[in-house]
């Protein structure tokens, strides 16, 4: 079974590679934004908003709102998560377990995202205080 690594080797120079590293560098462009509810860009975002600008700008459609996003692309173990990978959380006030949150994996447990009203795009550990539990990763190209 390959690992991580060995999928960021075999990913490297290919186009996945270079639309991850294009979508994540959008990303980390925008941190410093407010957190704004239904916002996609360019002075504010959600968390799919913002995801779903980060990876329009790498070329690749996705859906707008979390739940859609979180079905566009391959699933992937966290373990096994790479720099562009869409990281989703469990929606704690949903008692069915759905998708609430979605932010950029960065690579090294890290994610940039829009968390909440009030706060700006950052980057956060993937298993930060108060995070609800990750839900899956999804790879979208």
């Known amino acids: 079974m390959p ?16 639309k991850a590293h294009k979508a994540l560098a959008f990303a980390r462009a925008q941190i410093g934004k407010p957190y704004v509810w239904g916002a996609s860009g360019p002075g504010s975002y959600d968390c799919s908003g913002l995801t779903q600008a980060a990876w329009k700008a790498a070329g690749v459609a996705l859906p707008r709102s979390t739940r ?58 993937v298993h930060h205080d108060g995070a609800p539990a990750v839900h899956h990763v999804v790879r979208p190209a």
């Open 3 to 18: 690992t991580a690594a060995d999928e960021a080797v075999r990913r490297v120079g290919s186009p996945s590679a270079t």
């Open 68 to 125: 859609d996003q979180s079905g566009a692309g391959t699933t992937v173990p966290l373990t096994e998560a790479l720099p562009g990978d869409l990281v989703f959380f469990h929606d704690p006030r949903d008692s069915l377990g759905e998708v609430g949150h979605v932010g950029v994996y960065a690579g090294h447990g890290m994610m940039i995202h829009a968390p909440e009203p009030g706060a700006y795009v950052r980057e956060d550990p």
